[in-house]
């Protein structure tokens, strides 16, 4: 059963001014940290379990006689002992998912899947699981509604319900073509049920994400094409149901990037489509604050990557892997960035 959502307009507010961002003068620090096990892996999906495991999930293992293979890998990282351990593969190769955690299990709903053996070409499928670490197990449930499938969302959770806003019908590696959409989603993991919710204000994908207050915020992202970068700022008010626009504009447009949230703090860090670098991935780790409607700068990336996620635990966000050159070239690095007074 969908439920649809009663309010379905945007609030589109006057820009408000942006100040110049500010450098920190605790700027922070990077760690690395082991690597992934298995194989390096990029476009995977990364998720907190708890304040001592990491899982990545699914992605593309480095490119093979011209082809970049979708995997069913899926794995947790110990903080305390620094050690990946793999886990239940999922039930078919995703790359892309769209991941979250809600009451001690994990969900992937949408992602992009390869299309004709394709490795390069991919659409996105509405096919949704719900892990189980107690048990090991991947079950199946269900599909997105039908003409709402995506992956690639800017994801976000609150209370039992996952939000998921944009995010590509299909891309391609080999020529730049990306289905971009605006389709916002929800699902309540307590009723089964989901929800079509008011669009997003523009197309986006490959966006930074965060959830403070109770307000979805979608940070950058592209819009059909890795060089279309945005550095646009919206929020979604989850009670109110509707969009606001005109928040204060990332400093360097992005897509690709991982995210993760500190306090009233959504880093922005690394990403694709930089035309300054010969490798096309930035290096820059930004800060909104969302109480101040404000950028802050802190250390650039020690390993500049895109096409990854944060996974924020405590005052570090962690990167696992990525990609170190635009379009694909996966990496098992993984580092965190630590915030030390926030």
Not at 140 to 146: A, F, N, Q, R, Y
Not at 201 to 214: K, M, Q, S
Not at 289 to 308: A, Q, S, V
Request: hydrophobic content about 35%; aromatic content about 10%.
């Amino acid at each position: 059963m969908f439920l649809r959502a009663l309010l379905t307009f945007f609030l589109l507010t006057e820009p408000f001014s942006s100040a110049a961002i500010k450098p920190r003068e605790d700027a922070g620090s990077w760690m690395a940290v082991g690597p992934i096990a298995v194989e390096p892996r990029q476009e995977h999906g990364a998720v907190k379990f708890d304040d001592d495991t990491i899982y990545i999930i699914g992605g593309i293992y480095p490119e093979t006689d011209g082809t970049f293979p979708t995997v069913t890998t899926v794995q947790k990282y110990s903080i305390s002992t620094n050690i990946w351990t793999s886990v239940a593969s999922l039930p078919i190769p995703l790359n892309h998912p769209n991941s979250a955690v809600i009451n001690g299990k994990i969900y992937v709903l949408g992602s992009l899947t390869t299309v004709n053996s394709s490795t390069t070409f991919w659409n996105a499928t509405g096919a949704c699981f719900e892990y189980d670490p107690s048990s090991n197990t991947w079950t199946t449930i269900g599909e997105l509604p039908e003409g709402r499938w995506t992956g690639s969302a800017a994801v976000g959770v609150s209370g039992s319900t996952v939000y998921l806003a944009g995010g590509l019908a299909n891309t391609n590696l080999t020529d730049d073509e990306e289905g971009t959409i605006s389709i916002f989603t929800s699902y309540n993991v307590a009723t089964k049920h989901f929800a079509v919710l008011p669009d997003m204000p523009e197309p986006r994908d490959h966006a930074g994400v965060g959830l403070v207050d109770n307000k979805l915020y979608v940070l950058g992202g592209r819009a059909y094409g890795h060089n279309n970068t945005k550095n646009t700022v919206f929020s979604y008010d989850i009670e109110g149901n509707y969009w606001t626009t005109g928040l204060a504009s990332m400093p360097t447009a992005r897509g690709g990037c991982a995210s993760g949230v500190i306090g009233t703090q959504i880093f922005i860090i690394g990403g694709e489509g930089d035309q300054d670098t010969a490798s096309g991935v930035f290096p820059q780790n930004q800060a909104y604050d969302t109480r101040t409607n404000t950028w802050t700068e802190y250390k650039e990336m020690d390993i500049p990557r895109h096409g990854t996620a944060g996974v924020a635990v405590g005052n570090k966000v962690f990167i696992p892997g990525g990609g170190l050159h635009e379009g694909g070239l996966p990496t098992n690095y993984t580092s965190y960035f630590q915030l030390l007074h926030h």
